[in-house]
């Protein structure tokens, strides 16, 4: 494979067939060597499958990421290499079909629905190591005001995505595909919600690093 | 709503972990992670390098994974390690 400067891939890559296919080519060999080193190194979630198994998913996803790549070859600012940007664009393709397969049956309804957590209070005593009874009290009511800060602070929109996102550990973008909206939107509602969040804890004399002490191990 | 204890911590975290209105949002971030991946990968500091992009990145597990794979990647190629597929 040749190495390319940023000049000579950007003119490689939309100049004749005779010199696009083999840019093409290495690129899209390229970006497979990426995101199978991606896949098999760094993703022990897979590590059940197979060599083939993976090399297979980095096939598919270095063809799609090369498409997009091709089709997104005006926004290429020159701030990296080249095949810097490239990889960023197949990174965030992987990682994003990942996220869709694993949370395909994750919905935003079971988050509000009635009774499917445990009471507050009961729990938070039934959880309390403490051997200190006035420490066990104490963290309680804070539990309390922190679940009711939650009705009381933020819009259900905003409650939602902060349980999914902040509790649930749910990735942003899958949230965002739920409500409707895009990551970046979400990530900006949720921004105010734990503003809100806190300046409501705050009002009520919870500071965070009052709250951080109390509930560490 | 009623919240688990463990629940409740990731809470507390999350919102000591907001930050002031004028940082980035996803797409801005985004934007510049190739440039800074490419930096950390050399073995440059995060914290010293557009401290905006890292305060996203505390902030954003999405913008955050996107870019540590980016890293994990550019380390392995620098590396020679990227040869070793199949
Ligand atoms: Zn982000």
Redesign the pocket.
């Known amino acids: 494979m040749i190495e390319r400067t940023n000049e000579q891939w950007l003119s490689d890559l939309t100049g004749p067939p005779e010199v696009q296919a083999p840019a093409l080519e290495d690129l899209r060999q390229r970006l497979q060597r990426g995101i199978f080193y991606y896949l098999s190194r760094e993703r022990s979630d897979l590590s059940h499958l197979a060599t083939h198994e993976l090399n297979h998913m980095a096939e598919d996803l270095a063809q799609d990421a090369t498409l997009r790549v091709i089709a997104n070859l005006d926004s290429f600012r020159g701030d990296s290499r080249f095949t810097t940007w490239a990889t960023k664009i197949a990174v965030r393709l992987a990682i994003s079909d990942l996220r869709r397969a694993r949370y395909k049956d994750f919905s935003l309804d079971g988050l509000t629905a009635e009774g499917d957590t445990l009471p507050a209070t009961s729990d938070a005593l039934a959880s309390n190591h403490s051997p200190n009874p006035e420490h066990a009290t104490e963290r309680s009511d804070v539990m309390l005001k922190i679940d009711r800060a939650l009705d009381e602070a933020l819009t259900e929109r905003q409650r939602q995505a902060l349980t999914a996102v902040a509790l649930q550990d749910v990735p942003?973008e899958i949230v965002a595909e739920r409500m409707g909206t895009n990551?970046n939107a979400l990530?900006k509602l949720l921004h105010d919600a734990r503003r809100k969040l806190r300046q409501h804890l705050e009002a009520q004399g919870l500071s965070t690093d009052y709250m951080l002490k109390l509930f560490e191990d | 709503m009623a919240l688990h204890e463990d629940e409740l911590r990731k809470l507390i975290n999350c919102i000591v972990t907001s930050h002031q209105d004028d940082c980035l949002?996803?797409e801005s971030?985004?934007q510049q992670l190739d440039c800074l991946a490419e930096l950390v990968a050399q073995g440059r500091s995060l914290d010293d390098l557009m401290p905006e992009v890292t305060t996203?990145?505390c902030?954003?597990r999405?913008?955050?994974e996107e870019f540590e794979a980016l890293v994990a990647i550019l380390r392995a190629e620098q590396g020679g390690q990227l040869d070793i597929s199949g």
Request: glycine letters at 8%; hydrophobic letters at 20%.
């Open positions: 942003l990551r990530y | 949002d996803c971030c985004g996203h990145l902030c954003c999405d913008c955050f």
